[in-house]
């Protein structure tokens, strides 16, 4: 159908309390990626999915952050205990195909992000 | 290790004046590079891929590798032109490939 999905689109909430952000890949789509981008840090990547490989997770800033991702589609973003620096935009993006060396390099589809505020 | 610098956070032009948005790199590999944009409340989307050598909405970027660049760049700037551009570096690795994104440039054009 449409695009990528995230949910929800803005979310305030108060330092200390937890926050989940979802993501709906583009189906049929295998590749599923997080990013965030905060005003003068660009684009920042947090986790990979790839098919059933383990999810590369190298981008986390803290175990306060993690992700799951269900029968391969359907994504969630955990901040657990929120800080007022987690404040940002927190975009999904899925993509088709294979990763690796020799792999082309497939466009990635991009979300319309989940703008989180701290308080 | 590998980066993308994009050095201006601004660039301010008249509608009609030659464009020229500033992407470097750092990769010790054959850098494959991308430019995505994100036009005011649109979603982040790719524009151009150097393998490609294409030309899209007039905007080219060519890979100079002596220089570690990939500049992007238009002769004549449209006021649609105006939007959030970000220079993107594909990093491969095992079973992942990331794009490495630059801080991004604001390309505004003054009618």
């Known amino acids: 159908g449409a695009g990528v999905s995230q949910s929800p689109s803005n979310k305030v909430t108060e330092k200390g309390k937890d926050v989940e952000l979802r993501c709906d890949p583009i189906?049929?789509?295998?590749?599923l990626y997080w990013y965030r981008q905060s005003l003068g840090q660009g684009l920042e990547f947090l986790i990979y999915f790839q098919g059933n490989s383990a999810p590369d997770k190298s981008g986390l800033p803290s175990d306060r952050f993690s992700a799951e991702r269900t029968g391969g589609s359907v994504s969630t973003l955990t901040i657990q205990r929120t800080q007022q620096e987690d404040s940002a935009v927190y975009l999904c993006?899925?993509?088709?195909?294979?990763?690796?060396?020799?792999?082309?390099?497939?466009?990635?589809?991009f979300g319309p992000g989940t703008r989180l505020t701290v308080l | 290790a590998q980066r993308v610098t994009q050095p201006e956070k601004l660039l301010s032009v008249f509608k009609g004046a030659p464009v020229e948005l500033k992407c470097n790199y750092s990769y010790s590999g054959s850098p494959e590079l991308f430019w995505y944009v994100q036009y005011s409340r649109q979603r982040l989307q790719l524009l151009l891929r150097?393998?490609s050598r294409e030309s899209i909405k007039g905007f080219t970027a060519d890979l100079n590798k002596g220089e570690t660049s990939f500049h992007l760049k238009k002769p004549f700037a449209q006021e649609e032109d105006s939007a959030m551009y970000y220079c993107?570096?594909?990093?491969?690795?095992?079973?992942?490939?990331?794009?490495?994104f630059g801080t991004g440039t604001l390309l505004a054009v003054q009618p």
């Open positions: 993006a899925s993509s088709t195909g294979l990763a690796g060396l020799l792999a082309p390099h497939n466009e990635q589809f």
């Open positions: 993107a570096l594909v990093r491969r690795g095992g079973a992942t490939n990331k794009l490495i």
């Open positions: 150097h393998i």
């Open positions: 189906s049929g789509h295998t590749a």
